[in-house]
Protein backbone atom coordinates (compact mmCIF):
# COMPACT_ATOMS: atom_id res chain seq x y z
CA UNK A 1 0.00 0.00 0.00
CA UNK A 2 1.07 3.63 -0.70
CA UNK A 3 0.79 4.57 2.72
CA UNK A 4 3.26 1.88 3.68
CA UNK A 5 5.95 3.33 1.62
CA UNK A 6 5.55 6.83 3.02
CA UNK A 7 6.43 5.09 6.29
CA UNK A 8 9.48 3.42 4.28
CA UNK A 9 10.60 6.85 3.30
CA UNK A 10 10.36 9.16 6.34
CA UNK A 11 11.62 6.71 9.15
CA UNK A 12 15.05 5.81 10.07
CA UNK A 13 15.61 2.16 8.77
CA UNK A 14 16.74 1.32 12.26
CA UNK A 15 13.67 2.41 13.61
CA UNK A 16 10.80 0.70 12.28
CA UNK A 17 10.10 -2.76 10.44
CA UNK A 18 7.43 -3.56 8.26
CA UNK A 19 5.51 -7.20 7.42
CA UNK A 20 3.10 -6.57 4.45
CA UNK A 21 0.32 -9.07 4.33
CA UNK A 22 1.25 -10.80 7.62
CA UNK A 23 -1.18 -13.15 9.25
CA UNK A 24 -2.93 -12.92 12.45
CA UNK A 25 -1.68 -13.67 15.16
CA UNK A 26 1.52 -15.58 14.10
CA UNK A 27 3.40 -12.85 12.42
CA UNK A 28 2.26 -9.94 14.02
CA UNK A 29 2.40 -11.07 17.80
CA UNK A 30 5.63 -12.48 16.80
CA UNK A 31 7.27 -9.27 15.53
CA UNK A 32 5.86 -7.31 18.33
CA UNK A 33 7.77 -9.56 20.66
CA UNK A 34 11.03 -8.81 19.04
CA UNK A 35 10.77 -5.13 18.00
CA UNK A 36 8.68 -4.14 20.80
CA UNK A 37 7.17 -0.91 18.93
CA UNK A 38 6.33 2.69 20.31
CA UNK A 39 4.04 3.22 17.45
CA UNK A 40 2.20 -0.36 15.59
CA UNK A 41 -0.10 0.57 12.64
CA UNK A 42 -2.86 -2.19 11.07
CA UNK A 43 -4.21 -1.17 7.59
CA UNK A 44 -7.53 -3.38 6.72
CA UNK A 45 -11.32 -2.95 6.70
CA UNK A 46 -12.72 -1.39 9.84
CA UNK A 47 -16.31 -2.24 7.70
CA UNK A 48 -15.82 -5.68 6.46
CA UNK A 49 -18.12 -7.37 8.95
CA UNK A 50 -21.20 -5.01 10.36
CA UNK A 51 -23.04 -7.52 12.33
CA UNK A 52 -22.70 -10.41 15.28
CA UNK A 53 -19.57 -10.93 17.01
CA UNK A 54 -17.17 -9.74 14.61
CA UNK A 55 -18.85 -6.41 13.62
CA UNK A 56 -16.59 -3.40 13.70
CA UNK A 57 -13.37 -6.35 13.99
CA UNK A 58 -10.09 -5.02 11.87
CA UNK A 59 -10.43 -7.46 8.88
CA UNK A 60 -7.05 -7.85 7.10
CA UNK A 61 -6.79 -9.07 3.42
CA UNK A 62 -4.81 -11.85 2.36
CA UNK A 63 -5.11 -13.58 -1.30
CA UNK A 64 -8.43 -11.86 -1.52
CA UNK A 65 -9.91 -13.18 1.45
CA UNK A 66 -10.81 -10.77 4.46
CA UNK A 67 -9.48 -12.35 7.51
CA UNK A 68 -11.19 -10.78 10.89
CA UNK A 69 -9.13 -10.09 14.03
CA UNK A 70 -11.78 -10.74 16.83
CA UNK A 71 -10.96 -6.93 18.95
CA UNK A 72 -10.47 -8.84 22.09
CA UNK A 73 -7.55 -10.54 20.13
CA UNK A 74 -6.13 -7.62 18.75
CA UNK A 75 -6.43 -5.53 22.32
CA UNK A 76 -4.72 -8.99 23.70
CA UNK A 77 -1.78 -9.01 22.02
CA UNK A 78 -1.24 -5.24 22.45
CA UNK A 79 -1.25 -5.47 26.26
CA UNK A 80 0.98 -8.66 26.46
CA UNK A 81 3.72 -8.25 23.75
CA UNK A 82 3.58 -4.79 22.83
CA UNK A 83 5.02 -3.12 26.45
CA UNK A 84 6.59 -0.25 24.93
CA UNK A 85 3.59 1.11 23.05
CA UNK A 86 2.17 4.68 22.48
CA UNK A 87 0.62 5.21 19.80
CA UNK A 88 -2.35 2.68 17.38
CA UNK A 89 -2.52 3.57 14.00
CA UNK A 90 -5.52 1.90 12.36
CA UNK A 91 -5.70 2.64 9.27
CA UNK A 92 -9.26 1.93 7.09
CA UNK A 93 -12.28 2.97 6.37
CA UNK A 94 -14.52 3.24 9.77
CA UNK A 95 -11.43 1.93 12.20
CA UNK A 96 -11.93 4.33 15.27
CA UNK A 97 -15.54 3.38 15.64
CA UNK A 98 -15.93 1.25 17.68
CA UNK A 99 -12.61 -0.94 17.35
CA UNK A 100 -10.17 1.99 18.32
CA UNK A 101 -12.55 3.43 20.85
CA UNK A 102 -12.59 -0.34 22.24
CA UNK A 103 -8.50 -0.16 22.62
CA UNK A 104 -8.87 3.18 23.77
CA UNK A 105 -11.12 2.53 26.73
CA UNK A 106 -9.28 -0.69 27.43
CA UNK A 107 -5.65 1.04 27.08
CA UNK A 108 -6.19 4.82 28.02
CA UNK A 109 -2.93 5.48 28.27
CA UNK A 110 -2.17 4.55 23.79
CA UNK A 111 -2.91 7.64 21.54
CA UNK A 112 -5.28 5.86 18.94
CA UNK A 113 -5.79 7.22 15.60
CA UNK A 114 -7.93 6.09 12.78
CA UNK A 115 -10.46 6.49 10.14
CA UNK A 116 -14.56 7.76 11.37
CA UNK A 117 -15.98 7.38 7.87
CA UNK A 118 -14.72 6.13 4.55
CA UNK A 119 -11.59 7.49 2.79
CA UNK A 120 -10.09 8.33 -0.27
CA UNK A 121 -6.88 6.53 -1.09
CA UNK A 122 -4.86 9.83 -2.28
CA UNK A 123 -6.34 11.73 1.18
CA UNK A 124 -4.96 8.51 3.33
CA UNK A 125 -1.70 8.74 1.42
CA UNK A 126 -1.84 12.48 2.33
CA UNK A 127 -2.40 12.04 5.97
CA UNK A 128 0.02 9.12 6.47
CA UNK A 129 3.32 11.36 4.09
CA UNK A 130 2.65 14.29 7.12
CA UNK A 131 2.53 11.84 10.18
CA UNK A 132 5.20 9.66 8.76
CA UNK A 133 7.27 12.73 7.75
CA UNK A 134 7.12 14.03 10.73
CA UNK A 135 7.47 11.17 12.86
CA UNK A 136 11.35 10.55 11.02
CA UNK A 137 12.06 13.64 11.41
CA UNK A 138 11.48 14.00 14.99
CA UNK A 139 13.04 10.65 15.23
CA UNK A 140 16.29 11.39 13.77
CA UNK A 141 16.35 14.18 16.33
CA UNK A 142 15.93 11.97 19.17
CA UNK A 143 18.82 9.14 17.88
CA UNK A 144 21.07 12.02 17.73
CA UNK A 145 20.01 12.89 21.35
CA UNK A 146 16.89 15.13 21.55
CA UNK A 147 13.89 14.78 23.49
CA UNK A 148 11.91 12.01 22.12
CA UNK A 149 9.49 12.08 19.15
CA UNK A 150 5.97 13.35 20.09
CA UNK A 151 2.59 11.39 18.52
CA UNK A 152 0.47 14.59 18.89
CA UNK A 153 2.90 16.84 17.03
CA UNK A 154 2.71 14.14 14.25
CA UNK A 155 -1.10 13.74 14.19
CA UNK A 156 -1.27 17.56 14.12
CA UNK A 157 1.21 17.91 11.47
CA UNK A 158 -0.57 14.89 8.97
CA UNK A 159 -3.90 17.50 9.60
CA UNK A 160 -2.56 20.07 8.45
CA UNK A 161 -0.27 18.21 5.35
CA UNK A 162 -4.45 16.48 4.27
CA UNK A 163 -6.00 19.76 4.21
CA UNK A 164 -3.06 21.53 2.52
CA UNK A 165 -3.68 19.35 -0.33
CA UNK A 166 -7.06 20.70 -0.75
CA UNK A 167 -8.94 17.39 0.94
CA UNK A 168 -12.05 18.38 3.33
CA UNK A 169 -12.38 16.44 6.53
CA UNK A 170 -15.80 14.74 6.82
CA UNK A 171 -17.24 11.77 6.29
CA UNK A 172 -17.69 11.02 2.49
CA UNK A 173 -21.13 9.87 3.07
CA UNK A 174 -22.52 12.61 4.48
CA UNK A 175 -24.54 14.78 2.26
CA UNK A 176 -24.82 18.19 4.58
CA UNK A 177 -20.53 18.61 4.93
CA UNK A 178 -20.59 17.99 0.91
CA UNK A 179 -23.11 20.67 0.20
CA UNK A 180 -21.60 22.92 2.68
CA UNK A 181 -17.74 22.77 0.56
CA UNK A 182 -19.18 22.28 -2.63
CA UNK A 183 -17.93 18.84 -3.02
CA UNK A 184 -17.34 15.53 -1.70
CA UNK A 185 -15.27 15.07 1.59
CA UNK A 186 -12.65 13.30 1.92
CA UNK A 187 -12.34 11.59 5.12
CA UNK A 188 -12.65 11.70 8.98
CA UNK A 189 -9.60 10.62 10.98
CA UNK A 190 -9.18 11.57 14.66
CA UNK A 191 -7.26 10.68 17.88
CA UNK A 192 -8.14 9.29 20.97
CA UNK A 193 -5.68 10.90 23.77
CA UNK A 194 -3.97 9.43 25.97
CA UNK A 195 -5.39 9.73 29.63
CA UNK A 196 -2.43 11.34 30.94
CA UNK A 197 -2.15 14.40 28.12
CA UNK A 198 -6.13 15.01 28.85
CA UNK A 199 -5.45 15.60 32.32
CA UNK A 200 -2.29 17.86 31.13
CA UNK A 201 -4.39 20.06 28.56
CA UNK A 202 -7.99 21.23 29.06
CA UNK A 203 -8.25 21.25 25.75
CA UNK A 204 -8.26 17.97 23.88
CA UNK A 205 -6.14 17.93 20.53
CA UNK A 206 -8.69 16.23 18.91
CA UNK A 207 -11.32 18.93 19.10
CA UNK A 208 -9.01 20.86 16.84
CA UNK A 209 -10.13 18.76 14.54
CA UNK A 210 -13.97 18.48 13.99
CA UNK A 211 -15.35 17.82 10.72
CA UNK A 212 -18.33 19.88 9.43
Excluded at 3 to 32: N, S, W
Excluded at 93 to 121: A, F, K, N, Q
Excluded at 144 to 165: L, N, V, Y
Aim: charged share 20%; with cysteine; proline share 7%.
Amino acid sequence: MNEIQECCEAIPHMQREIRPAATFPDDVAHVARELSPRVIQFSGHGNAVRAGAYAGALAFERGGTLQPVPPDELIRLLREDCPDLQAVLLHGCHTLRPLGELIHREMPHLYVIGWDSLLEDKAAIAFCRGFYGKLGEMAEIELAGGPPASIHDAFAEAARCFEEQGFILGDPEDAAVSAKHGRRASGKFDIFMPASYQQQHVNSASSLFSAG
